[in-house]
């Protein structure tokens, strides 16, 4: 490796100025260097300066911020001081950018095959008939199948892995020496996270091109970087090897980060930072981390501590780093449900339930008849009882979300039936629904930006439910606004704020404060802590799960995060195309997964433990649809047992447990006398 720095930055200081005219810092003082093949993570909670480090260096700096002070170098280049032509020249071909969302990034109107056309032209100095040529090379190069099909395509005919692809094909384009990534995978389930983790491993082993890797996701980091830099309110706290920061983190900030990532491994919530961090400009003369800090004494409120260089070649902001491993982690307890089991009352049922987005063509529409391709989820039997929290997993596309919005009554299905506790038939489309059954079923989505009315405030935001379904208003629709913030560990001031005036783990609270306002009995889950940083998705499955325990809720609860269901469901279940392949008790299906599918899953969860790496049993294959006989995983499958799986339905195998699998596989500790063929209620 290189000891010369590909970008060197030095005493970076970036603001913006404020109303009085003040410059209040994002970044602080920030020296960072990249050498020649090196993959560095950039971590830290949301508006730690991660982004806009990154961003920086590359010269360049969202509106409004502003250059306080020092510099950043590529080569001889100070990037800030180069005119607009000199920059382009850099941007795009020797620097260049994946953004977090390939989806919005890439032009909707466009053919993929002429976006990558123009990224050539603008960053190559090939000739423009080989344009062609490159394009193909660069697509198979991120191992998209049938280059010249992808091509051909718009990116909303594309998979969000397949876009993902394309955006690091464009970046690629011009043989870049630094690849700046920022949050590449956010988003995307675990197998196909995993498959584009090793396809960057092997552009760094393979093209020599350095590249910073900016994620909340510690396990990603773990498996890709070779150096974590760790950020806090805009500066350095924590810098050494992958093994260093991860291993014996030297920071009680890194140390609280990794206490609240969930894990596979243990059936617990994962710990919650306290507090938040300070506004720009709020630090003060100490540490910034001292009012969230389990070690802080009076010398940290009132002295920076300097970044200080350790014996083992790491770097700590910390007055008292050698204490840090004696930080004790309480990890809160879990609610389980009070009843589970075919004795306790349902919550919900779903009979059959089969859901398509297929349309019917003009001939088929004047005789009545449906399109004749497999539904999209077909088959689903699922009682869910009182109190109970189920995690619906699975790989996009596998239908999980579809059956939450069917359950809200958003997407009505073709097929089957839906029932609310008590025997209550559920009307198939929301609109006929009573409004005691709307008041029941709550959904919280995975963006609030989404959901939110970004022209309301907060007051009229939880105004809505409780004058809907209560009829409250004056001071009592107040007290009742201002219980709620509290209960998702907000305040009374935020009842004047927009959307726009808060962050995404803030948003997302007040989302859960608007279902929770109409006193749900059931609580639909979409990806809720997708987009959240490690420390706000703690604080988020604690409030969940605090929620359950004081008000009984049912959740139906769907992640791609196997970790994340691991901490808060009681039963798990598995499903690919749509289909159910597995289901049962969260602890048997973690510790003994039966179906194939169920461990191609658990296999590619990442885990924040460097050299660590996932088990990749599944080819990276996006299936448009089931197969219209035989097995949904056929094709697959790495235990497939023969022609059984291609022309005939798999049979369900339960145990008394109610762990049971839909594979043809037969499971020993399954015992065939306890099995039971006709359900898997």
């Avoid at 093949?37 to 509106?63: D, N, P, Q």
């Avoid at 409120?301 to 204490?323: K, N």
């Avoid at 079923?441 to 379904?469: G, M």
Wanted: contains cysteine.
């Amino acid at each position: 490796m290189d000891k010369q720095p590909l970008i060197d930055i030095r005493d970076l200081s970036v603001g913006f100025a404020s109303r009085a005219g003040t410059m209040l810092p994002v970044l602080r003082n920030i020296d960072f260097q990249i050498r020649r093949g090196e993959t560095v993570g950039l971590v830290g909670e949301s508006g730690s300066g991660k982004s806009t480090l990154a961003l920086a260096a590359m010269g360049y700096l969202k509106t409004g911020l502003q250059v306080m002070g020092g510099s950043v170098h590529f080569g001889e280049h100070e990037m800030f001081s180069l005119s607009r032509p000199a920059l382009e020249s850099i941007r795009g071909g020797k620097v260049a950018l994946v953004p977090q969302n390939a989806g919005q990034s890439l032009t909707p109107t466009l053919r993929v095959g002429r976006q990558m056309l123009e990224a050539v032209a603008l960053h190559s100095a090939l000739a423009p008939a080989q344009h062609p040529q490159r394009v193909t090379e660069l697509l198979r190069q991120v191992r998209l199948p049938e280059p010249e099909t992808i091509a051909a395509r718009y990116p909303h005919e594309l998979s969000g892995g397949q876009q993902q692809r394309v955006a690091i094909a464009m970046a690629l384009a011009g043989e870049p020496d630094v690849l700046l990534l920022d949050e590449p995978t956010t988003g995307l389930d675990v197998t196909t996270q995993a498959h584009i983790l090793e396809l960057l491993r092997d552009i760094n082993r393979q093209t020599g091109t350095a590249m910073v890797y900016v994620s909340h996701d510690l396990g990603a980091i773990a498996r890709v970087c070779d150096r974590v830099v760790v950020l806090y309110a805009g500066e350095v706290v924590l810098a050494g090897s992958t093994r260093q920061v991860l291993l014996t983190p030297a920071h009680p900030y890194a140390r609280g980060l990794l206490a609240s990532i969930p894990r596979l491994s243990e059936a617990s919530l994962p710990a919650a930072l306290p507090g938040r961090p300070p506004m720009p400009g709020g630090a003060g003369a100490g540490c910034s981390f001292v009012d969230r800090c389990g070690l802080a004494e009076p010398t940290c409120h009132g002295s920076r501590p300097p970044l200080l260089a350790l014996a083992d070649g790491a770097s700590t902001r910390c007055h008292f780093h050698e204490r840090t491993s004696s930080l004790v982690v309480t990890r809160p307890k879990l609610s389980s449900a009070a009843v589970q089991g075919s004795v306790a009352a349902p919550a919900l049922t779903l009979d059959g339930l089969a859901i398509s987005y297929a349309r019917a063509n003009l001939l088929q529409q004047l005789l009545g008849r449906r399109p004749n391709v497999p539904h999209t989820v077909a088959d689903i039997n699922l009682r869910v009882s009182a109190g109970e929290t189920i995690g619906l997993v699975g790989e996009s596309g596998s239908g999980k979300s579809s059956i939450l919005k069917a359950v809200a009554g958003l997407n009505p299905p073709v097929a089957g039936q839906l029932g609310l506790g008590g025997g209550d038939a559920l009307a198939p489309n929301v609109d006929h629904r009573p409004s005691d059954h709307l008041r029941r079923i709550q959904l919280i989505f995975q963006n609030p930006d989404d959901s939110l009315n970004p022209r309301h405030t907060v007051a009229e935001i939880l105004a809505q439910p409780l004058q809907l379904y209560f009829g409250l208003s004056g001071d009592a629709l107040h007290a009742r606004s201002v219980e709620l913030l509290e209960r998702v560990r907000l305040g009374a001031h935020y009842l004047d704020r927009l959307p726009s005036q808060m962050s995404g783990g803030e948003k997302q609270r007040i989302a859960v404060a608007r279902a929770f306002a109409a006193e749900p009995d059931i609580v639909l889950c979409d990806e809720v802590t997708s987009a959240l940083d490690v420390s706000v998705q703690a604080a988020v499955l604690e409030l969940l799960n605090e929620l359950k325990r004081d008000k009984g809720t049912t959740y139906l609860f769907v992640s791609h995060d196997l970790a994340v269901v691991r901490a808060l469901a009681d039963r798990v279940a598995v499903l690919y195309q749509g289909r159910l392949c597995e289901i049962g008790p969260a602890a048997e299906v973690y510790a003994m997964p039966s179906h194939p599918y169920t461990e191609v899953l658990l296999g590619a969860v990442l885990e924040p433990v460097p050299d660590k790496a996932p088990i990749l049993l599944a080819d990276d294959i996006v299936e448009l649809a089931p197969p219209a006989k035989g097995c949904p995983f056929q094709r697959r499958c790495p235990k497939k047992v023969g022609d059984i799986c291609m022309t005939t339905a798999p049979p369900w195998q339960m145990a008394p447990s109610g762990h049971g699998i839909c594979c043809h596989i037969p499971r020993d500790r399954l015992m065939p006398s306890d099995m039971e063929a006709q359900g898997h209620d």
